[in-house]
């Protein structure tokens, strides 16, 4: 069916692998679905004074968010943990107290890092939030990638046919994760 998918990058880096992963997967997609990046760079860094009068950056993403039948995270690690700037975006959208944008999305996860635990200790770190913020979150299977030279095709697509068959294997459960979960 019809479902509107929004994307947050765990980097602002302007060749970000997790980027790049992120639209190799809208290519992976069910039938019915369309995306859209929730950008996160623009937002300033978090201050709870300002609850009262959000800035339109941030109120414009708490909408998108609102707009998004679920939300596919994808994120670097940073010093093995997510980076700054994504908890940043996670506590914007979560205020003010009772308004959170967050609760009750849907929500996968997955993550490329140069590291050969390929952002594990990122995801779980991620995770624990998510489950705070009540985001039913995909658990199964696990997407820890790490980013070689010629990983992405000319096109941007994943190169290795065996792990662009695995992606593809979670795009599939995270499509049945979401009938399940998002609002009808
Ligand atoms: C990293 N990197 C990294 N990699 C990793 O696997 N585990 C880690 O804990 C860290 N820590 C870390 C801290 C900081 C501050 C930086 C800048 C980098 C390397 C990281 O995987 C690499 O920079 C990726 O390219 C980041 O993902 P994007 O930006 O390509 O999506």
Redesign the pocket.
Known sequence: SQRHIGIV?G?L?R?????RLAQAITGLAPEGWSFEFLEIGALPPYNQDDDAAPAETVRHFKERIAASSAILFVT?????SMPGVLKNAIDHASRPYGKSAWAGKPAGVVG????A???A??QQHLRTVLAYLDMPTLGQPEVYLQ?RDGFFDASGAIADAGTQRFVQSWVDAFAAWVERHAAR
């Open positions: 990058v980097s880096r060749e970000s692998f997790n980027r670097a690690e940073y010093n093995r490329i890092s140069i590291g635990i390929g952002t200790l990122a980013a």
